[in-house]
């Protein structure tokens, strides 16, 4: 059993910044790609960055610039530092874990406001 627990959402200003952690923890033999993805009201979940085991990350056009993914392979953590947050950022944020011999897990998700 595999679980992922996500911290650091809440509400914030336009300009503000959070930062989001998650935590894997387990009997985990190995971990291909980690990110965020997130999910506005009324909007399919979308890509927000990921990061390969060992490899460079990858960001969707609109937080290029603003949000940084981060990863701890010891510690099976990966955090989402996000700048300059604009009220179009407004959504559930959920970490999801590519996990060898498992397949890909998902956070419980974690609300990020943004206010005007």
């Known amino acids: 059993q595999v679980a992922l627990v996500e911290s650091g959402g809440g509400l914030v200003q336009t300009g503000g910044s959070l930062r989001l952690s998650c935590a894997a923890s387990?009997?985990?033999?190995?971990?291909?790609?980690m990110g965020w993805y997130r999910q506005a009201p009324g909007k399919e979940r979308e890509l927000v960055a990921t990061?390969?085991?060992?490899?460079?990350?990858n960001y969707a056009d609109s937080v290029k610039g603003r949000f940084t993914i981060s990863r701890d392979n010891p510690k099976n953590t990966v955090a989402l530092q996000m700048n300059g947050l604009k009220p179009e950022d407004t959504a559930v944020y959920y970490c999801?874990?590519?996990?060898?011999?498992?397949?890909?897990?998902w956070g419980q998700g974690t609300q990020v406001t943004v206010s005007s």
């Open positions: 999801n874990v590519n996990l060898l011999g498992v397949g890909v897990i």
């Open positions: 990061i390969p085991s060992g490899g460079r990350p």
């Open positions: 387990g009997s985990i033999f190995g971990i291909t790609s």
